[in-house]
């Protein structure tokens, strides 16, 4: 769910549709089954929505268990979206192969392809039930039902990894003395050790007589609209200082496009990751132009294929396109991160 909501929430947020996610009752945090499959139904169901909702619409996710047997649970999701819907005439064929109501819709809003019948199946093979209904112009609403075995894990046991407050110290800077103030209270009634800085020049002189004691901070939150000195800027100097070896973190009250080109400056794009099915410009032609840009990384650059479909064929069509790999989505971070590995 956590995962989910960052993608879709992001997803919504760019386009500016409203995006709520809403849990009813009482939900475990672990149930047993196929996540990875269970998470592609949901991300593809909730990514057309977003697809195919306005700007100025919604998309609502609800989450429900609805009943409980013999060490198992039967989960309801509902996804249900504000946007231009379907007629009752298509609605029977909208889990069939390559079907799309309107032919120019595919490039509008990008091809859907066989994201639907997949995932109908997969719902099938999980002993589950896959329901939409529509209204052509108000909206659509799909509800996928699966019964899941129930889990001994502890819902609080969420990290392996043991996080001592009273080890850490960190660093905030914010021009804002009242921010400051607060973040140090919060923080220190956790356990941590709290320092603060008024200004970007502050902080890189007390990250550079931290760095003399051999006692780096372990995270520094840097504010970005600061005078003279803004949390770039800042993040660029303390860089230049300590390398990567402090977690940093930049917070704005502004859009993030805004800021994203220059936050990771110094720094490139090392690969790049393709979406196969897009509006306009599919995955293989946006590659193929890529491949033929007049600049020394562009033939070099590796690319790597995403899709919801991992037939061979589909793998063979990238490949052939010039891309290097080619994974099926919802990506795995194990498996994406093990790819990057053996292409960079």
Known sequence: MEQINIIIGGQCSEKGVDYNCHINGELKDYY??????????????LGNAVKFTPTGKS?????????????????????RDTGVGMS????PRIFDTFSQENSQAANKYGSSGLGMAITKNIVDMMNGNIDVQSEKGVGTTF????????????????EDIEIRPQDMSVLIVDDDSVACDHAKLILGNAGIATETALSGQEAVEKVKLRQARREPYNLIVIDWKMPEMDGVETTKAIRSEIGDETAIIILTAYNWDDILDEALEPGYYDAILMDMRMPEMNGMEATAAIRGLDRPDAKEIPIIALTANAFDEDVQRSLQAGMNAHLSKPVEPEVLFETLEELL
């Open 32 to 45: 047993i089954g196929d996540s990875i499959k269970l998470r592609q139904v949901l991300i593809n169901i």
């Open 59 to 79: 998309v609502d996710f609800l989450v429900e268990r609805v009943g409980g047997y013999d060490g198992k649970s039967t989960l309801r999701f509902v996804i």
């Open 88 to 91: 009752k005439e298509f609605l």
């Open 143 to 158: 509800t996928v039902t699966i019964t899941l075995n129930d889990s001994d894990r502890n819902d609080e046991s969420v």
